[in-house]
């Protein structure tokens, strides 16, 4: 009877145990975390025995040398944050039983830092294992090493600059806004290729003893003076090639364009997609503003966290590049596609277009060279962009939000995963052919084609216009022009007659009243 009830005793217990305190899941977590850093205490242990007895073996290398003490510090720094990791270990012990969201949380966030600080003192620790033995090998096989640094030293010495100095220099005419950052990253890459020179004779003395005595202090010099040679025999042609790719990324303007959304199972995992389509207009003669427009669509999986936060995005720009700037310039906030473009009303024009203004409103008007770049981020859905909606955009953008179409706060999206231009633009797209467009409050209330709410923002149908926001224009999508080639030149079906003083090409037509400068770049 006593052993029957010693062993229910026994069983109540660890039922509680299991009913209270962390989740099952981070508990196991937190013990396999336990189990690693009892193996990196070892490991740390014989990483700085190794180093203490390479030290002490070769006290004639390293004598007088900064690795003498630079070794031993960097080990002690290692140890330190093992043991600040332990320190959370017992931390974690202490909170096994606690419950509650605020203990997960605090828990989840310790063993992260438990985690990072075995992670960091084991590299640190098999880096200075790792240079311990390099200055044992130097030592050993001077020959070896004194003919990589020959071949190094040849190699940076070969790296000819006139190819990017040639594009800087075009670059630099082209984009004067980018001439001094030009200037000091070519000025930078060839005073690296002179450092290096400099190095490789600093250390002649060095080389020539190093097959009589090869020294502490002379070992250093040649390693010390290897691993910046190696360094740059790498690090020279590679940013010369890149600098001559960001002159090159100056002459396109782009938008990455998020054409659809999908969520599919592999198995028992999800796998995010996103369907994003880049446009991109290059500027073949910036003086002369011929430019060339291209797209590419591919699909491309994603992380669930990605996914989610362009989740609301469908059709949107997700990003954009302009013209004159390099690619990690490019602004990441969403935005209708191709407002961008559009100049200022205050600045009127630019090469793009310019904003037209009569009795029906004012709203943007496309040169015809670019309708085909319209096309590629519209559309045929494409309707005049009035000037109230641009300042909506305008404002938002300046402000580092995203502007969704919305008049005012209660009225429906008109662009993004649950705009009501979305709704109709991307009726084919797996996202809302999955339902995706279900989810929003706008969406249609109809079983047959896509409506758009009374209340969306701007819509042009054959109503007359009004005077403000949301003008209405005769303009029907079948009216618009089929752009097909892509060029600056020639290559789109003739642009229906905009209004009147804005016809193109036509001997003798009126002058129009809008800006006509269309070199101002944004």
Same mark, same amino acid.
Request: charged letters at 25%.
């Given at each position: 009877?006593?052993?029957?009830?010693?062993?229910?005793?026994?069983?109540?217990?660890?039922?509680?145990?299991?009913?209270?305190?962390?989740?099952?899941?981070?508990?196991? *977590?937190?013990?396999?975390?336990?189990?690693?850093?009892?193996?990196?205490?070892?490991?740390?242990?014989?990483?700085?025995?190794?180093?203490?007895?390479?030290?002490? &073996?070769?006290?004639?290398?390293?004598?007088?040398?900064?690795?003498?003490?630079?070794?031993?510090?960097?080990?002690?720094?290692?140890?330190?944050?093992?043991?600040?990791?332990?320190?959370?270990?017992?931390?974690?012990?202490?909170?096994?039983?606690?419950?509650?969201?605020?203990?997960?949380?605090?828990?989840?966030?310790?063993?992260?830092?438990?985690?990072?600080?075995?992670?960091?003192?084991?590299?640190?620790?098999?880096?200075?294992?790792? *240079?311990?033995?390099?200055?044992?090998?130097?030592?050993?096989?001077?020959?070896?090493?004194?003919?990589?640094?020959?071949?190094?030293?040849?190699?940076?010495?070969?790296?000819?600059?006139?190819?990017?100095?040639?594009?800087?220099?075009?670059? *630099?005419?082209?984009?004067?806004?980018?001439?001094?950052?030009?200037?000091?990253?070519?000025?930078?890459?060839?005073?690296?290729?002179?450092?290096?020179?400099?190095?490789?004779?600093?250390?002649?003395?060095?080389?020539?003893?190093?097959?009589?005595?090869?020294?502490?202090?002379?070992?250093?010099?040649?390693?010390?003076?290897?691993?910046?040679?190696?360094?740059?025999?790498?690090?020279?042609?590679?940013?010369?090639?890149?600098?001559?790719?960001?002159?090159?990324?100056?002459?396109?303007?782009?938008?990455?364009?998020?054409?659809?959304?999908?969520?599919?199972?592999?198995?028992?995992?999800?796998?995010?997609?996103?369907?994003?389509?880049?446009?991109?207009?290059?500027?073949?003669?910036?003086?002369? +503003?011929?430019?060339?427009?291209?797209?590419?669509?591919?699909?491309?999986?994603?992380? %669930?966290?990605?996914?989610?936060?362009?989740?609301?995005?469908?059709?949107?720009?997700?990003?954009?590049?302009?013209?004159?700037?390099?690619?990690?310039?490019?602004?990441?906030?969403?935005?209708?596609?191709?407002?961008?473009?559009?100049?200022?009303?205050?600045?009127?024009?630019?090469?793009?277009?310019?904003?037209?203004?009569?009795?029906?409103?004012?709203?943007?008007?496309?040169?015809?060279?670019?309708?085909?770049?319209?096309?590629?981020?519209?559309? &045929?859905?494409?309707?005049?962009?009035?000037?109230?909606?641009?300042?909506?955009?305008?404002?938002?953008?300046?402000?580092?939000?995203?502007?969704?179409?919305?008049?005012?706060?209660?009225?429906?999206?008109?662009?993004?995963?649950?705009?009501?231009?979305?709704?109709?633009?991307?009726?084919?797209?797996?996202?809302?052919?999955?339902?995706?467009?279900?989810?929003?409050?706008?969406?249609?209330?109809?079983?047959?084609? %896509?409506?758009?709410?009374?209340?969306?923002?701007?819509?042009?149908?054959?109503?007359? %216009?009004?005077?403000?926001?949301? +003008?209405?224009?005769? &303009?029907?999508?079948?009216?618009?022009?089929?752009?097909?080639?892509?060029?600056?030149?020639?290559?789109?079906?003739?642009?229906?007659?905009? %209004?009147?003083?804005?016809?193109?090409?036509?001997?003798?037509?009126?002058?129009?009243?809008?800006?006509?400068?269309?070199?101002?770049?944004?």
């Amino acid at each position: 009877m006593m052993a029957r009830e010693r062993s229910l005793l026994i069983a109540g217990a660890l039922l509680l145990a299991g009913c209270g305190g962390l989740p099952r899941s981070l508990r196991q *977590e937190i013990a396999s975390e336990n189990e690693k850093l009892k193996a990196a205490d070892l490991q740390l242990a014989r990483s700085a025995k190794t180093v203490e007895d390479d030290l002490a &073996h070769a006290s004639d290398l390293f004598a007088g040398t900064a690795a003498a003490t630079d070794f031993p510090a960097r080990m002690r720094s290692a140890q330190s944050k093992l043991d600040s990791a332990k320190s959370d270990e017992r931390e974690l012990e202490k909170m096994e039983r606690s419950g509650g969201n605020d203990a997960v949380l605090r828990a989840e966030r310790i063993l992260s830092d438990e985690r990072r600080l075995r992670e960091t003192a084991l590299d640190d620790a098999r880096a200075v294992e790792t *240079e311990a033995t390099h200055w044992l090998d130097f030592r050993s096989n001077l020959p070896h090493y004194l003919a990589k640094m020959q071949t190094e030293y040849d190699s940076i010495r070969a790296v000819d600059f006139t190819p990017v100095a040639h594009a800087v220099e075009k670059a *630099e005419q082209d984009w004067p806004a980018k001439k001094t950052d030009l200037e000091n990253r070519l000025a930078a890459l060839k005073s690296e290729q002179t450092k290096a020179e400099e190095q490789w004779s600093s250390t002649a003395a060095a080389r020539q003893s190093a097959a009589d005595q090869a020294s502490g202090p002379v070992v250093a010099t040649l390693v010390q003076a290897d691993d910046i040679l190696a360094r740059d025999s790498v690090a020279l042609p590679r940013d010369a090639t890149q600098l001559t790719a960001m002159c090159g990324q100056l002459y396109n303007a782009w938008d990455k364009v998020l054409d659809d959304l999908e969520v599919s199972n592999n198995g028992p995992d999800k796998v995010y997609r996103e369907k994003v389509k880049t446009v991109t207009t290059h500027f073949v003669d910036v003086a002369d +503003k011929k430019t060339e427009v291209s797209s590419d669509t591919q699909w491309v999986d994603v992380s %669930p966290g990605a996914w989610r936060a362009v989740e609301n995005d469908l059709g949107m720009a997700i990003s954009h590049k302009d013209a004159g700037l390099y690619d990690s310039e490019a602004t990441n906030t969403a935005q209708p596609a191709g407002f961008a473009y559009i100049a200022p009303p205050s600045v009127g024009s630019n090469q793009y277009g310019y904003w037209t203004h009569d009795d029906r409103g004012s709203f943007w008007t496309f040169l015809p060279q670019y309708l085909i770049m319209r096309e590629l981020l519209w559309g &045929h859905s494409y309707r005049p962009i009035v000037i109230n909606e641009y300042n909506g955009y305008y404002n938002a953008q300046r402000s580092g939000r995203t502007w969704y179409g919305q008049e005012t706060p209660a009225s429906p999206p008109k662009y993004g995963s649950h705009g009501t231009f979305t709704e109709q633009r991307y009726a084919g797209s797996r996202y809302v052919q999955s339902g995706g467009f279900k989810g929003s409050a706008y969406a249609s209330r109809n079983s047959g084609s %896509p409506s758009v709410a009374p209340s969306a923002s701007p819509r042009f149908g054959n109503a007359e %216009p009004d005077n403000g926001a949301g +003008k209405r224009f005769g &303009h029907s999508s079948e009216s618009e022009p089929q752009g097909k080639r892509f060029g600056s030149g020639g290559g789109a079906r003739p642009s229906p007659a905009p %209004p009147a003083g804005r016809r193109f090409g036509s001997g003798g037509s009126p002058r129009p009243s809008a800006p006509r400068s269309f070199g101002h770049r944004r």
